[in-house]
């Protein structure tokens, strides 16, 4: 098990009692229901799902939800929460990138939410993330801006210490999508090493792919 799952197993149990975690999920559910671009119809695919924070705002308002995440602990927290609310459209898989895993299936919406920055290969994953994007469907990624990396008090995870968001549209036109729009999805303030507080950005990034999966830009 690489460190990077061991931390998040370990975290899983009390995940959800942070409650600046669950307050910047909010945040950016919000952020991405100020897109309008949710419908009933969709099937919806989470990358780095967690406990379901983000995951279960989403859910009511699409056909399923399909969660990955490389952590058996995280999904096993969602999984709890699937058994308790007898939730019967949404699926989780277990799935790590650095077992050579990749994502399968043809989803209307793709979610990655302060997943991206630890993912070592970005363009791989945005690759990926094209393909299983069904024509006319969206990616929504929300991540972190530049933080000089002083958001994470361990860094040993993180392999970008955010993203310039004009960078991070001109890798999502390089994977394909068009119509590439930004927004600020929620601020968080935290103490940082040294002393103080610090305001930190989280981004939310909306591209969408052609009618026939061609690139688009």
Not at 17 to 23: E, M, Q
Not at 29 to 56: H, K, R, S, W, Y
Not at 84 to 99: G, S, V
Request: aromatic content about 6%; overall charge negative.
């Amino acid at each position: 098990m690489s460190n990077k799952n061991w931390s998040f197993d370990q975290e899983s149990a009390t995940w959800d009692k942070n409650p600046g975690r669950v307050k910047v999920a909010n945040d950016i559910a919000d952020a991405i229901l100020g897109q309008q671009i949710l419908t009933p119809e969709m099937n919806v695919l989470e990358f780095g799902c967690g406990t379901g924070l983000l995951t279960l705002r989403l859910l009511p308002l699409v056909r399923s939800v399909t969660g990955v995440d490389s952590s058996e602990g995280m999904l096993g927290v969602l999984r709890s929460k699937i058994e308790d609310h007898h939730l019967t459209n949404l699926r989780l898989h277990h799935l790590d990138l650095e077992k050579g895993d990749v994502l399968e299936g043809s989803y209307d919406l793709v979610v990655c939410s302060m997943t991206l920055h630890h993912v070592k290969e970005t363009g791989p994953l945005l690759a990926q993330f094209f393909k299983v994007t069904a024509p006319r469907g969206y990616l929504c990624i929300a991540d972190l801006d530049p933080d000089d990396g002083q958001f994470h008090g361990d860094n040993d995870t993180v392999f970008h210490h955010g993203f310039e968001r004009a960078v991070l549209r001109r890798a999502l036109e390089d994977a394909g999508y068009g119509e590439i729009r930004d927004r600020t999805a929620a601020t968080i303030t935290k103490p940082i090493a040294g002393g103080g507080m610090r305001e930190f950005g989280v981004f939310l990034v909306v591209g969408r792919k052609g009618d026939r999966g061609q690139h688009n830009i």
